[in-house]
């Protein structure tokens, strides 16, 4: 009978062949040590070159990272089917009936059509898979922050635990920053004896929650918060270059100027 396997196929079985084949007696040392705690940093890792390659527009950089997550993928689940846990195909199996189950709009008969339908929908359809006693019980752990924050936020939105305006929001952010300096001025003052210490806590509670205000306020502009950090990181760490560079040109090394000079040259790299 003719071999009707597409490329698609063809490759990802060669990939697992070849993992298999690392960790098998005989294959790479370093391989076979690996156990699924110790690749756990790497696919983090991986996960986060991901972004960065698809923020940067680099397709080049960005289909090689994919590819190094999912051998990651394929080497977890190696470790897993030489456990007799689980194997690839257990893996890919689950993430297909899923796929179907929560698109009923797509596999089944349901009337949900635009977005936001489809999501009430699927969270409702998640709510009956999952056994945790509360809504946000499935919610990973280990997300950065603001990006769980935000995940947080449009969890609870999706049934009515929302704001109904941006205004809402930044009142809210602004609310937030007010208690923030409550707090700091409380301990400033605390120094001089005159006002019994709030103390650090206070101070870091505060800020905690201003965060998350802001991190909500970036959702209801359909913006994401993680996304938006990184830019601005990416712009400052562009400008301090640049100030680096302005110091060496005038002979001086960052640590030898003052702030004040500092500040001029910053100013002017901002103005450009």
């Known amino acids: 009978m003719p071999d009707h396997r597409s490329p698609i196929t063809d490759h990802f079985e060669q990939l697992c062949e070849i993992v298999a084949k690392l960790r098998a007696p005989g ?43 999912l051998l990651l993928i394929v080497m977890h689940a190696e470790i897993a089917r030489e456990g007799g846990r689980f194997n690839i195909d257990n893996v890919l199996a689950d993430v297909t009936e899923k796929l179907i189950r929560r698109h009923p709009h797509v596999f089944g008969k349901s009337d949900a059509r635009d977005s936001g339908a489809v999501l009430k ?78 103390g650090e806590q206070a101070i870091e509670d505060e800020i905690g929650d201003l965060l998350f205000a802001v991190v909500n306020l970036a959702r209801k502009c359909k913006l994401d918060a993680e996304s938006a950090l990184q830019a601005a990181i990416d712009k400052f760490v562009t400008r301090f270059n640049r100030l680096e560079d302005e110091l060496q040109t005038q002979g001086r090394r960052l640590g030898d100027a003052d702030l004040a000079a500092l500040d001029e040259i910053w100013n002017r790299i901002k103005r450009k």
């Open 27 to 69: 294959g790479c040392p370093w391989d076979r040590e690996q156990t699924n705690e110790s690749l756990l940093p790497a696919l983090i890792e991986e996960s986060y070159e991901i972004a960065g390659a698809l923020r940067a527009r680099d397709d080049a950089n960005f289909r090689e990272e994919l590819g190094d997550l």
């Open 121 to 198: 929908q699927w969270e409702a359809i998640k709510r009956t898979e999952k056994t945790g006693k509360h809504y946000l019980d499935g919610l990973p752990s280990a997300l950065p922050a603001l990006m769980r924050a935000q995940k947080v936020q449009s969890k609870v939105a999706r049934v009515n635990f929302d704001w109904a305006e941006v205004r809402d929001v930044i009142a809210k952010v602004e609310e937030e920053f007010g208690e923030l300096k409550q707090a700091v001025a409380l301990e400033d003052r605390s120094a001089t004896g005159r006002i019994r210490p709030k």
